[in-house]
């Protein structure tokens, strides 16, 4: 199936331009149409003008209106998935917006805020050991990427099995949490074909964020563990080809499923190369992951690395202790510092 196949069943794939290099590219949109005239959006791209630029003429080259979009798809709650979903509105009718209840509240007018969750942001990554310029720095980043987008009043709940009806082909919900606890994908399984979104990319790994829950608490989601057993499921369903949320469709899902896995498991063995000399923070252990990542990508450099310290702490293999008002990872079994009197935490 090439992407000239879908179009003629009314699957459309518009790009537009983002700023997030680490993202891998320009972020996908795709357009479905139904039997009666009009369209589902899946996903909106950022808040920027350049992007809604871009999203209006795409419509436009396809011969399509801003007018005829009622319904709004966004599979995940990340500023350049539904960024410009209140633009669409305002270009339109009024399109209706759904999202994972998981994810919901990062779109929703009603949700919080940024600012209001940085708090407990730097009082975590501090607990890692991250330094308090490097947490300025981070927080500074993410609050002016949440700029490039505005909230959605109403934003409906969408959960794993409804359908979302095209002209010829009929898309299942699929919950694959991981990237982030409601992410979703479309699923059409008479023709083997998955909007993925960022669930699944071809040439970069989906980074795991850190996610903290209401009150702050940690631990409440393992974003690299349910990714992983999201991965699992996916690799089941009989794909002919991937339409990711960055980069060009792909085919053989499996060959790239189990290269992420191998991946993961290169990055927790060198973890744990380095925690065999003893205990370490776990900013310690990212910047020695990645001694060349700017300030500014912490917050994604430390996802990464807690996430594969999460998986590796399920196995069993490291242990996360109090120490000194922070934490310090461990090898379990002999490795670090086996005389460690420090209270356990959960991983």
Known sequence: MTEADLAARGVHRIAVPIPFVAAGGPVNLVVIEAGDGTLTLFDAGLGTPEAQGALEAGLLALGLRFEQVTRIVVSHGHVDHFGAA??????????????????????????????????????????????????????????????????????????????????????????????????????????????????????????????????????FFRPL???????????????????????????????????????YLKRQAKLAGLLADGPRSGWALCHAL??????????????????NLEAMAARREVAREARDGGWVYRLVGGGGDAAATASSAPA
Do not use: C
């Open 225 to 263: 563990l349910a990714y992983l057993h999201s991965l699992a499921r996916t690799r089941a369903l009989d794909l002919e080809l991937v339409l990711p949320g960055h980069g060009a469709p792909f085919g053989e899902h499996r060959r790239i499923i189990d290269g992420l896995v191998g991946f």
């Open 86 to 219: 209140r633009f669409v509105q305002e270009q339109g009718g009024g399109a209706a917006v759904f999202a994972h209840p998981a994810d919901l509240a990062k779109l929703d007018e009603a949700g919080p805020r940024f600012a209001d969750r940085s708090p407990a942001f730097d009082a975590h990554f501090a607990r890692l050991g991250v330094p308090a310029e490097i947490r300025e720095v981070m927080l500074r980043s993410g609050e002016r990427s949440y700029g490039w987008s505005r909230r959605v009043d109403g934003v409906r709940p969408l959960v794993e099995g409804e359908v979302v009806e095209g002209r010829h082909l009929r898309f299942t919900v699929q919950h694959f949490p991981g990237h982030t606890p409601g992410l979703i994908a479309l699923h059409e399984p008479t023709r083997g074909l998955l909007l993925a979104a960022d669930h699944l990319l071809e040439r970069i790994s989906p980074n795991p964020l850190i996610e903290l829950g209401a009150d702050g608490q940690d631990g």
């Open 290 to 307: 990645f001694p060349t990542a700017p300030p500014d990508a912490t917050f994604l450099t430390m996802s990464e690395t807690v996430a």
